[in-house]
């Protein structure tokens, strides 16, 4: 097969068109990745505040326990009958672009 003059820097052009889509693939595959371990961390947060709201803790303790354990995140909690529910919510970035996460998990109130 002969190549010809016209077909030379065709995958040079082909490659400089393709690199940055698949560049832009890879980080935002790694944002997602970072987005769902942010999840997971804000269910545990969620979890935690629960269950320390349960067992008699203030709310504004259990809040300093999820900004520790998840800076940026806020912590709604609320009563429903015999249960504490903690909503955890969090923002973080996908390619420079915030999404709402929240995280929500109730506890027993052991007979509060």
Do not use: N, W
């Not at 980080?27 to 269950?51: E, F, N």
């Not at 520790?68 to 912590?75: C, D, E, T, V």
């Amino acid at each position: 097969m002969t190549r010809t003059r016209r077909d030379r820097g065709a995958v040079t052009a082909e490659v400089a068109i393709a690199l940055p889509a698949v560049v832009l693939v890879l980080v935002a595959s790694i944002h997602g990745l970072t987005a769902a371990t942010t999840l997971m961390r804000a269910q545990d947060a969620a979890a935690d505040a629960a269950r320390s709201v349960a067992r008699g803790e203030s709310a504004a303790a259990a809040a300093g326990q999820v900004v520790g354990a998840l800076p940026g995140g806020r912590l709604r909690t609320e009563l429903s009958g015999d249960l504490v529910c903690a909503t955890v919510v969090v923002r973080p970035r996908i390619l420079g672009v915030p999404i709402a996460l929240d995280a929500r998990s109730c506890a027993l109130a052991g007979g509060r």
